[in-house]
């Protein structure tokens, strides 16, 4: 059955893999499945056949036959589950690596987006300068403890998992800010995610579609 | 084997569900599981031992035999997959309801947590007056969202499922803000949700647990 997923028609960053529909892409190259973009329109998004696929009017979206998903962690998941290359076959392995899925977008991504809305939606406001810091600091909390915890080894737990794709994902984010080089070992984690082969044809496939000659 | 949760000793709200060892208590009631909870002071949940379970020194944790998971989403997930009660057998309403369990976390949860920052964090700071309704306004979008979707239907997909359990978690939140008035369809979602009787015993537990005398 064809997988059908869609992405920003112009990415607001012009491809260079913020937009979320990269860790969709990532993850169905990570398993070999092919896959094909339908690109939405910022108008679109916001028009009853897309909000019929996603209520909160957002990209990507995942369309196998019948099935309809939003949210790029169950849309991962769901490829996790289907083929193999995203999740140990052990189950208590495959149990924490899902923690880390969830840890990527409930612990760590909520400070992160709190930083991108204070730069982004906020910096033509008073407080602006003077309550960075304070999320900066949110953020830092964080990646002090992620830090930790992975220490010297490659990956979050042991093999490669859809749990590193997500928190990998999450951190990349953080590139533009600068924080990332005061954690060594996450500069070299997000580097180490974002070589991996699959990882880099999900990136250029995001940048060629974002990079293609409007229709005469 | 015994299934032993890590909750707070005092929970800051006094026992009245917002700590998040209640939304692992109440999937443990849905599915009919007993379990067993190990308070952790504050002082407790920075230290090693804790660190060791939680990288984050957070609760709640989940312990079963040889397995340790933290994240309220994957414990959840865990519960609902090895017991009946939680996930629908078909496998696409089974993905759409873990698609809930990720929105609930990642796309509402998120702003709301920002308000509870602004509100517990920020109040003392000049900006907190002005900047107040801009947070609001973040989380009333998603709102408006989440009530256009749930329309007059009793859940998100069909049958109550996780995702029903982890988004009226969430809702939880802002019961105090008074922004849930403004959408009856989910005032009514969350009292639907409080009222299940697994849920009543859950956050019955979690009160008495925060409300025993202390030892003499």
Not at 61 to 86: C, M, Q, S, W
């Amino acid at each position: 059955m064809t997988i059908t997923i869609t992405a920003f028609e112009r990415s607001p960053d012009g491809g260079r893999g913020l937009a979320r529909d990269t860790r969709v892409r990532w993850a169905l190259e990570e398993v070999g499945q092919p896959y094909v973009v339908r690109p939405v329109s910022f108008r679109a998004m916001k028009e009853p056949a897309h909000l019929a696929r996603h209520p909160f009017g957002q990209i990507p979206t995942y369309e196998e036959g019948d099935l309809v998903l939003f949210e790029t962690g169950a849309i991962i998941f769901h490829i996790a589950e289907r083929h193999a290359g995203l999740l140990p076959d052990d189950a208590n392995a495959r149990a924490r690596a899902i923690t880390w899925m969830f840890a990527a977008v409930n612990t760590m991504e909520p400070p992160i987006l709190e930083l991108a809305t204070a730069k982004l939606l906020e910096s033509d406001r008073p407080w602006h300068d003077q309550r960075l810091p304070l999320v900066e600091d949110r953020v830092r909390n964080r990646l002090k403890q992620l830090s930790i915890r992975l220490g010297d080894a490659d990956w979050l737990d042991g093999a490669f998992s859809a749990g590193d794709l997500m928190m990998a994902s999450v951190l990349l984010r953080l590139k533009s800010s600068g924080m990332l080089g005061e954690y060594p070992n996450l500069a070299a984690y997000l580097a180490r995610s974002e070589t991996r082969p699959a990882s880099v044809r999900a990136f250029a496939a995001q940048l060629a579609d974002n990079t293609r000659k409007p229709l005469p």
